[in-house]
């Protein structure tokens, strides 16, 4: 329960790495998320992303609603059309959420303000 970093990097625990989106659905909708999660990384590699190898680094969308987990299988249907390696990426319910440590918030905002 409530894994450190170094727990989960040892994929034993089941967790996985991931971005907690909180949206405002009139300003940006859930599909234009789900498709652009496509585009951002690669669907297709199972347990890693690029460098980063492991069950946590496993594609996945987590949905909180029946509408939502439509949509982001629908989306998957779709993008697999454009591509010819099958998309690996899981679509489960979302159960608990913990944040990460605090040198992982904004990491992305973090790394760029320093280089």
Same mark, same amino acid.
Request: proline share 3%.
């Given at each position: !329960? #409530? &894994? ?9 625990? %089941? ?5 907690? /989106? ?18 951002? !990384? #690669? &669907? ?9 190898? %492991? ?5 996945? /969308? ?54």
């Amino acid at each position: !329960h #409530n &894994p450190n970093y170094e727990d989960v990097c040892t994929g034993t625990t %089941g967790h996985a790495e991931v971005v907690l /989106i909180e949206f405002d659905e009139d300003q940006l909708t859930y599909d234009k998320i789900i498709n652009f999660f496509w585009e951002c !990384h #690669n &669907p297709t590699q199972l347990n890693r992303q690029g460098p980063d190898v %492991g069950t946590q680094y496993r594609s996945a /969308i987590y949905y909180y609603s029946e509408a939502q987990k439509i949509i982001a299988e629908n989306s998957k249907n779709e993008f697999q059309k454009s591509i010819s390696n099958p998309i690996v990426t899981e679509i489960t319910k979302a159960k608990e959420f913990f944040l990460a440590e605090e040198y992982h918030q904004c990491f992305i905002q973090k790394k760029f303000n320093h280089e």
